[in-house]
């Protein structure tokens, strides 16, 4: 559990940076990287950590 954290939060959150950089840089690709890496965030990564706090605190 603790391995799907920390890889989901850092591929998303790569993501989610390098859609910024494309998009400073008005490099194509930016807006869907940017959906893709918040979206992700906010779906997948805040529902699996919450999981595992929760899971870890009892």
Do not use: D, E
Not at 21 to 32: S, T, Y
């Amino acid at each position: 559990m603790k391995g799907l954290a920390y890889s989901t939060t850092a591929i998303f959150t790569s993501l989610t940076l390098l859609g910024m950089l494309f998009k400073v840089m008005h490099w194509p690709g930016a807006g869907i990287a940017l959906v893709l890496g918040v979206a992700g965030i906010s779906l997948i990564v805040i529902p699996i950590v919450s999981v595992y706090k929760y899971r870890r605190a009892n």
